[in-house]
């Protein structure tokens, strides 16, 4: 039986974006892993006393075996 999985992912250094395009096309090329999807692109305020980026964020979701 297949069961759904919800995966976040957050980054604030480098070409996060583009990190995340090649985790989601990693997770393609795994077997047992079908109905990839992934919500929108969203930011959120870095919560820390040092000054940082923001954090760009999104989840992702799949069904494996």
Known sequence: MDQRIFLG???NI????RTFENVL???QRIPGISDLS???FFR????????QADFLNCVVSFLTS
């Open 14 to 17: 480098g070409d996060v974006r």
């Open 44 to 51: 959120t305020k870095a919560e820390s006393d040092i000054e």
């Open 25 to 27: 096309l990693a997770l």
């Open 38 to 40: 992934r919500s929108r």
């Open 9 to 11: 992912l957050g980054g």
